[in-house]
């Protein structure tokens, strides 16, 4: 067991008496209450616990405690500015009434906007691939496509 410290949604975060191998995704949500990142297939596989580590997506499932120790990580529920201000995305997600069932979508967008933070215009292609990793069991694909292109055509980095 070890304490851990890491920065989560610009707080700093203490963990102490902690396993260093729990996941992350475990970690926000059991230790820190934050259940926006959704479990789906514990195996990095589905993205449905996508976050960002230093602006970069990854799968919180699959990344030990111990490998985050000292960094910034955000998730979904950092993703929006001050105040009632959403994310250029989430914006976008609403007005394209993007999900359906729900489940898949904060690691979809938590994909999406680390997508845009390195390329604020990004091709189909680069959105395709981006995207790829993100599977979304009731197929909103098309609509996800669409509200990424919004986002960006409005200057969608946070
Ligand atoms: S739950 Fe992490 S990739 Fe599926
Ligand atoms: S909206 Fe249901 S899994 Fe994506």
Redesign the pocket.
Known sequence: MATITLTVNQAIRELSDIDPTTPLLWVLRDHLGLVGTKFGCGKGLCGSCTVHLEGVAVRSCTMPLASVAGRSVTTIEGLAGEGDELHPLQESWIEQDV???????AGQIMSAAALLNGNAKPSDDDIDTAMSGNI???G?YQRIRKAIRAAAEKGGAA
């Open positions: 999900p359906q069932c729900g489940y898949c979508q979304c069991r009731c909103t």
